[in-house]
């Protein structure tokens, strides 16, 4: 982050502006901003086009052959950009940990479910009982955990 000013507010605090973020004395603009529930919302809302560009851009990987055709390859780069970077949108309202255990999580049951019927790869039980345990893990995540905000 890049400081863009440095000035007196007149109450004897020193305001620092890095970007769109404003400290005063500590406490950030965001801060306040992260504690709302639509701020939440929106974090998830971002973390499900990060799944979903992450299972698109996934999906198409064997198309690529090694990266040697141009059309699949530039889907699949354009899709690993957009999910990494609807991910670091996430991250703003999100911890770390419960973004990566929800983006694995919702991407290997996603990914599972369309090798199955589409690919025609079909799983066996063990598959499907570890596919069960991680969905589990997902929705206990969701609805138990107060983690999910930093």
């Not at 974090?43 to 698109?56: D, F, R, S, T």
Request: proline share 3%; net charge positive.
């Amino acid at each position: 982050m890049s400081v863009l000013g440095l000035r007196n507010s007149g109450f004897n605090e020193v305001k620092i502006m890095f970007n769109d973020i404003v400290w005063f004395g500590g406490d950030s603009v965001l801060n306040t901003l992260k504690n709302t529930k639509y701020h939440t919302k929106m974090g998830y809302i971002y973390l499900a086009i990060a799944v979903l560009a992450e299972v698109a851009g996934t999906s198409f990987l064997k198309a690529t052959e090694g990266f040697t055709r141009p059309g699949p390859t530039a889907f699949v780069l354009v899709a690993y950009g957009l999910a990494f970077w609807m991910l670091s949108m996430s991250l703003k309202t999100m911890t770390v940990a419960v973004v990566y255990a929800l983006w694995c999580g919702a991407g290997i049951v996603l990914i599972a479910l369309i090798g199955w019927f589409l690919l025609k790869q079909p799983l066996d039980l063990p598959a499907l009982i570890g596919i069960g345990l991680i969905l589990a893990g997902v929705v206990v995540i969701n609805l138990f955990s107060n983690s999910v905000r930093h």
